[in-house]
Nanobody, 121 residues
Framework: QVQLVESGGGLVQAGGSLRLSCAAS????????MGWYRQAPGKQRELVAE???????NYAVSVKGRFTISRDNAKNTVYLQMNSLKPEDTAVYYC???????????????WGQGTQVTVSS
């Protein structure tokens, strides 16, 4: 009923930039928090950044000052602007949304399929 569609991943050289987008669609009543997570090979998934509907943000220490998360509430879309990319940022990035489904009356957490971000050295 709900789908998160991601875009913007790719291959860039160190110091470059990428902008990820994730749009939630389907039977959505409201969207609370949205965020971006990443998982590198052999490592656990970690929070990169999250943002509430009121635009409060939280970042992982490793990306502070380099990444910026934002959202468009009207479009149920979250963005992640990634600047000064490092090889250590290479991972699969997953979009996340905490939302309430229409006609269900309870909040649920949904995940995107993931998009690969590769930063060459």
């Amino acid at each position: 009923q709900v789908q998160l569609v991601e875009s913007g991943g790719g291959l860039v050289q160190a110091g470059g930039s990428l902008r990820l987008s994730c749009a939630a669609s389907g039977s959505i009543f409201s969207v609370s928090a949205m965020g971006w997570y990443r998982q590198a090979p052999g490592k656990q998934r970690e929070l990169v950044a999250e943002i509430t509907r009121g635009h409060s943000t939280n970042y992982a220490v490793s990306v502070k000052g380099r990444f910026t998360i934002s959202r468009d509430n009207a479009k149920n879309t979250v963005y992640l602007q990634m600047n000064s990319l490092k090889p250590e940022d290479t991972a699969v990035y997953y979009c996340n949304a905490d939302l309430t489904v229409r006609w269900y009356g309870a909040s649920k957490v949904f995940w995107g399929q993931g998009t690969q971000v590769t930063v060459s050295s």
